[in-house]
């Protein structure tokens, strides 16, 4: 079992999906059939419990880790907020609001594309529920109490001088997590492709999901090249300098879907850019774990689609309630491959979708997900990292020295 965790995730899902296509040709439909032993109805199939797999075990250690993960972070920090990191955060939430208006226009232009089954009769539409209520909804969700737990353990940790030790344990867990998703997210693939296929409209369902592409695709590009631009404009330099200095980093990204694993590529594109790499490092490090502008946009857009398809009117109001949802959210996603993409059922939910409905997108989606969309988000999240912390910097030092803090 061992040797799983040297397979790449994407072969593994390739194969997961290959083989429920595979089963499905083969006319094994009685996989995503209630199991029945001796005549007695089970209420899960063989393909739903491979779903389960992931989705049954996912929520307690996403929020355990969530808790950990921020209160660990918490407590090692020191100092306030200096002038070079309110700088660099200036350019974090900047590029992360650009992003949400891009992604929230995206999904209004390509309103009409049924990039999800429709939960119940098509066209059918659900009450909406009161838009305080909604607020209410995620203000109190599950994972929003588990980011509250995690600032006040942070606070506890550091009155006990115990941040170093929790971070050690935080570290401990997200590996541990990283090799989870390893064997879950397979199985959770075979299960959602089986059930998807078991359905009449099982094949078209899922290549639909190949849709999502052209709204997805627009609002990365999009809010890359503002990105890009605002960078080339605050460094002086050309677009082509800041696309030279960037390039292996998005190709570290794209190939290991992973912000953590392109740390170093960050560095380096942060020096091409004109920052020094050791006095940048502390700012894009942070910024792998706050700095989501991808991932927001990637979270954002599956869930419009999805509370569209599951009935649900959405209106603006609804999309940026979403966006700002998926901001707060993105923080909390763990630096590893497609662990965002569980962030997704909370989030549904939270909306007014029925908790089976966004286990079941949240599936399907994780089959193309691992295939591209991910690596599409990662490189913008990473990009981001580089060019704010760049950015941040070099307002600093052209501030003159009165106004700086000393920081």
Known sequence: MSRIHDIPLLLLVVIAAGLAVLFWALGLSWLADPIAPGGTYLTKSIAGLAKDALFVPLKPLMYALIILSIGSSLAISTGGAGAKFIRVLGFFVGFSLIGMAIAVTSYFLFSGLNVFPSEGPAGEMKPSAPFMAKIYGVVTSALMISIYTGVVLGSALKRLDLGREADKISDLFIAGFRK????????????????????????????????ILAPYSLAMGMTWLVIVFVTSRIQGRGI????????????????????????????????????????????????????????????????????????????????????????????????????????????????????????????????????????????????????????????????????????
């Open 180 to 211: 989870f998703l390893q064997y879950t997210i397979p199985l959770a693939v075979f299960g959602g492709v089986t059930i998807a296929l078991a359905d009449e409209q099982g094949v078209a369902n899922l290549g639909n999901l190949a849709r």
């Open 240 to 407: 082509g300098f800041v696309l030279r200095a960037v390039a292996p980093q998005a190709l570290v990204a794209f190939s290991t879907s992973s912000s953590m694993a392109t740390l170093t590529a960050t560095k380096e594109a942060c020096s091409e850019l004109g920052a020094n790499g050791d006095e940048a490092t502390p700012f894009f490090t942070v910024g792998a774990t706050i700095n989501m502008v991808g991932t927001l946009i990637g979270l954002l857009l599956v869930c419009l689609y999805a509370m569209s398809a599951s009935g649900l009117s959405v209106g603006i109001g609804d999309a940026l309630l979403v966006g700002f949802q998926s901001m707060i959210y993105a923080t909390a996603a763990a630096g590893t491959p497609s662990a965002s993409v569980v962030l997704i059922q909370d989030i549904l939910t939270s909306q007014g979708v029925s908790p089976e409905y966004a286990s079941f997108v949240t599936t399907l989606i994780l089959t193309i997900d691992v295939l591209i969309l991910d690596r599409i988000r990662t490189v913008l999240n990473t990009q981001s990292d580089s060019m704010s912390t760049a950015n941040g910097l070099k307002l600093y030092y052209k501030t003159p020295k009165t106004l700086v803090d000393g920081a």
